[in-house]
């Protein structure tokens, strides 16, 4: 069954925007009557029917509704810097809604090659992400932030630094983060984070870990540190 993104849904009947409805009726040729499921991006899952499939304002017939689907007992949020290559950050938010993570930061650091991202275009990913992988909830994409500002913010739950200085000494996330808990981790630029960095960290309670044996392109560091903490909840 088909799945389509429906924001501020209430109410018996829902109007989906014209870009869903073209693809609904132009792509999809769904008729009257076709069953659909809807998400809200708040934990919603909907069961509907098509009840006037028009390709510019598709209504649906909202006929069940499940409350907290997929509901996680952990949060995850990876600020990660911006990566010179877009495509490959792209890859990265799409793989990791996928997983599962709910919130992240572009994450500016000194080594950054890239400053900034396309938040619009970015949430257009995440939406496809949602719908391909049958998550209600939308993940949260933040304006990117300057390493010193958000290691100078509160953060709740297990707070990890991801880098590949000999120094200081790293721990396995299996080591470090408790299941069930809420998990804050910073993946570095491709020319790491600075030593300075990784200090000034450590000093406001991140916890140096690794990722393994092998080095790992940015991206690839936060598919495997989501998919740890993914790991370690299942």
């Not at 389509?4 to 073209?22: H, M, Q, R, V």
Request: aromatic content about 8%; some cysteine; overall charge neutral.
């Amino acid at each position: 069954m088909q799945i389509f993104y429906a924001p501020e849904i209430k109410g018996e009947y829902y109007t989906l925007d014209e870009n869903e409805s073209k693809h609904i009726i132009r792509v999809l040729r769904m008729t009257k009557g076709s069953g659909v499921r809807l998400i809200d991006g708040k934990g919603n899952l909907y069961a509907g029917i098509i009840h006037e499939p028009d390709s510019k304002k598709c209504t649906i017939l909202i006929t069940g509704v499940v409350t907290n689907f997929e509901n996680r007992n952990y949060r995850l949020h990876i600020a990660i810097s911006p990566l010179k290559n877009p495509d490959r950050f792209e890859w990265f938010v799409e793989k990791s809604v996928e997983i599962g993570i709910d919130e992240i930061t572009p994450l500016i650091c000194i080594n950054s090659e890239r400053k900034n991202i396309k938040i619009e275009r970015l949430n257009n990913l995440i939406i496809s992400a949602m719908k391909q992988s049958l998550k209600s909830t939308m993940t949260i994409l933040n304006k990117p932030c300057l390493f010193n500002d958000f290691i100078n913010t509160n953060h709740n739950g297990n707070l990890m630094i991801a880098h590949c200085n000999e120094k200081p000494v790293k721990s396995s996330i299996l080591d470090i983060y408790s299941r069930d808990h809420a998990a804050v981790i910073l993946i570095g630029p491709e020319g790491d984070f600075s030593v300075d960095e990784v200090e000034a960290a450590v000093v406001k309670g991140f916890i140096p870990v690794h990722l393994g044996k092998s080095r790992l392109r940015t991206e690839t560091a936060g598919v495997a540190a989501c998919h740890s903490i993914y790991f370690i909840n299942q």
